[in-house]
């Protein structure tokens, strides 16, 4: 199974991506997160530079954070800077939009929006309306400023089947956060194949983190707790905003996001204070074993090559990991446990 990486934006990313490159991973991933985290076309435009070979991903974009022509023309410029090694996953936005207090965009507006890219960064046409007011629009200047015969990778961001189903609709990869379980990605397969969207060239992607333990180590220790935390912490987080997600988790899972909420509080600088960064050591109880087991690989090697043959098993091409205590480090290992 191939495997990745993924980082927040931010200065020195391009070191990382370097890194990343020299230890043999496929992808290097950015995530679009505006008001948390800097901005990924700039990150990624320094990857690019410092890079030759490893694809570089938006991770994920949304149809709610940017019109479709100005997506498009990051994409395409940063085809220019990476001739065919770009990946723009396009998603409904869940962070993202909780960071405005805004809802996610729906499944129908992820459908067009991920047409309108495919669209405008292979030099085609595109609708662009706002309001009743509607336009066809292209680039107009491709060779001088911008990418488009190198193609474009494009993966959905999938929690449910009706995304995969577009992903199927619109011919296009999955990518998914936190979501290990095999049955779950059997059934995106499904929904993508009844859509019908073909196999052939669209990779199945999953974002989540690792941890190596030691001999007799706790799989539930401190050191543990703290590289996969901010996995964990997501999943809290986002239960705190969406009550019918919380009302699935278990009672302990449940009480955990109240203690989130009693110290942090529900405004947007408090709840999501260094979102998907390391964790602060007060929040280790937070970090629950059940939510480590189920949104994130934690185990001895052995084990952890055995759960990583069953994922790809079930039609997961690449692992993409976000390294958060001494990423160099983490990377190596990673390199090393999947050689």
């Known amino acids: 199974m191939r495997r990745g990486i993924v980082v927040t934006a931010h200065p020195g990313v391009e070191?990382?991506?370097?890194?990343?490159?020299?230890?043999?991973?496929?992808?290097?991933w950015v995530y679009d997160t505006p008001m948390l985290h800097g901005d990924p076309f700039v990150a990624l435009a320094l990857c690019a530079k410092a890079t030759s070979r490893i694809k570089l991903g938006i991770g994920v974009t949304s149809p709610a954070l940017r019109?479709?022509?100005a997506a498009a023309s990051g994409l395409a410029s940063l085809n220019a800077l990476a001739p065919g090694r770009i990946i723009c996953g396009v998603g409904t936005g869940?962070?993202?939009r909780r960071t405005l207090g805004m809802p996610p965009t729906t499944t129908d507006e992820l459908g067009q929006f991920t047409a309108a890219l495919q669209n405008l960064c292979a030099g085609r046409s595109a609708e662009y309306r706002e309001g009743e007011r509607v336009s066809q629009v292209r680039f107009l200047h491709i060779e001088q400023h911008v990418n488009t015969a190198e193609p474009i990778e494009f993966v959905v961001a999938a929690l449910g089947t009706k995304a995969a189903a577009v992903a199927g609709r619109r011919g296009t990869g999955i990518i998914s956060f936190g979501l290990l379980d095999p049955a779950a990605w059997r059934a995106f397969h499904d929904a993508r194949r009844e859509a019908g969207g073909a196999e052939s060239g669209a990779d199945s992607y999953l974002m989540t983190s690792l941890y190596v333990l030691e001999e007799g180590e706790d799989p539930s220790g401190d050191r543990a707790r703290d590289a996969?935390?901010?996995i964990a912490l997501s999943l809290l987080t986002y239960a705190a905003d969406k009550p019918?997600?919380?009302?699935?988790?278990s009672a302990e899972e449940r009480a955990a996001v109240r203690r989130l909420l009693d110290r942090r509080g529900s405004t947007f600088t408090a709840l999501y204070a260094n979102y998907l960064g390391r964790i602060a050591p007060a929040d280790r109880d937070l970090v629950l074993p059940s939510l480590m087991e189920r949104l994130t690989l934690v185990g001895t090697r052995d084990a952890l090559l055995a759960r990583i043959a069953t994922m790809e098993r079930a039609g997961i091409d690449e692992l993409v990991f976000q390294p958060v205590i001494d990423p160099p480090t983490e990377m190596a290992g990673i390199a090393k446990l999947m050689s």
């Open 94 to 96: 869940n962070t993202a």
């Open 244 to 249: 019918s997600l919380a009302e699935a988790l």
């Open 228 to 230: 996969t935390g901010h």
């Open 67 to 69: 019109s479709a022509p």
């Open 15 to 28: 070191e990382l991506a370097a890194c990343a490159e020299e230890s043999g991973f496929s992808s290097f």
